[in-house]
């Protein structure tokens, strides 16, 4: 499916003093089986593009077409457009509810009306997925988790959904190494050579280099540039996004003329 992004505007809302100061300028295109990874500073426009991308947000001005579609003037196939993304935001509290992490997970496959049985084997699955004890963790309550903890039960819930399409904000943040490793073996593994999109903002580019395949660059509300990972410009990069040492290394071999250095 393709998605543009024709002409979208999105305004700061009044309550940030700055009234009609664009925090989203841009035109777009992309494919929901692409695997994209968003880089820029804080305040460039990241989060407010992936909420407008899934439908989270309404742009001022401008339009989302769907394969040359203009969904704002169908409510259906704005629905259906909506129901394409699974969303993972930034701070987890936005997303969990239930009393305990088993229900949690459960809540959107009941809404599904799943049969209970298949419920259960998805929760292990995706408990599993972020690397969460199924027996441990399925009635633990949602009050004692870890802040690390909130947000792999955040990334199961939107897992076992199994979208086409994966909307992540820092998925990474505030998760010790063993976590981190978790999630990029599912989103790296399981899910980049699967037919779903993936669209990842991550400051951590080790992490978004082992699971997209293009990064955008996006400053004052604009995407201004798009890479393939196999084609980047780490001097043009570095204004985005932290290079780890060990890429700068292997730059600097290349220059020397040492080739197929492992990361």
Same mark, same amino acid.
């Given at each position: 499916m393709k998605i543009?992004? *024709?002409?979208?505007?999105?305004?700061?809302?009044?309550a940030s003093g700055n009234a009609g100061k664009i925090r989203l300028d841009l035109s777009w295109?992309?494919?929901?089986?692409?695997?994209? !990874?968003?880089? !820029?500073?804080?305040?460039? !426009? *990241?989060?407010?593009?992936?909420q407008v991308i899934a439908g989270l947000i309404d742009p001022d001005s401008g339009m989302i077409l769907v394969d040359d579609r203009d969904i704002s003037k169908d409510k259906s196939a704005k629905n259906e457009y909506k129901n394409q993304f699974g969303v993972c935001f930034q701070f987890p509290e936005m997303q969990i509810f239930e009393p305990t992490?088993?229900?949690?997970i459960a809540f959107g496959l009941q809404n599904m009306k799943m049969d209970h049985q298949e419920i259960k084997q998805q929760i292990a699955n995706a408990l599993f997925d972020v690397g969460l004890v199924h027996n441990e963790f399925l009635m633990k309550s949602i009050r004692g988790l870890s802040q690390g903890e909130k947000r792999r039960v955040a990334m199961a819930g939107i897992l076992v959904m199994q979208k086409p399409v994966l909307l992540l904000d820092e998925p990474t943040s505030g998760l010790d190494a063993v976590g981190i490793k978790k999630i990029k073996e599912t989103l790296g593994v399981k899910l980049k050579s699967a037919n779903r999109g993936l669209m990842i903002i991550s400051h951590d580019l080790d992490f978004l280099l082992r699971t997209v395949d293009e990064l955008w660059l996006m400053e004052n509300g604009k995407i201004i540039e798009?890479? @393939?990972?196999?084609?980047?410009?780490?001097? *043009?990069?570095? $204004?985005?996004?932290?290079?780890? @040492?060990?890429? $700068?290394?292997?730059?600097?071999?290349?220059?020397? !003329?040492i080739q197929n250095t492992p990361l």
């Open positions: 543009q992004l *024709k002409d979208i505007q999105v305004l700061a809302e009044p295109e992309f494919s929901t089986e692409d695997k994209i !990874g968003i880089v !820029g500073l804080s305040g460039s !426009g *990241k989060t407010t593009l992936l992490v088993g229900d949690d798009s890479m @393939r990972c196999d084609e980047l410009d780490y001097h *043009k990069l570095n $204004r985005f996004i932290e290079i780890p @040492r060990s890429y $700068r290394l292997q730059q600097h071999l290349l220059k020397l !003329g």
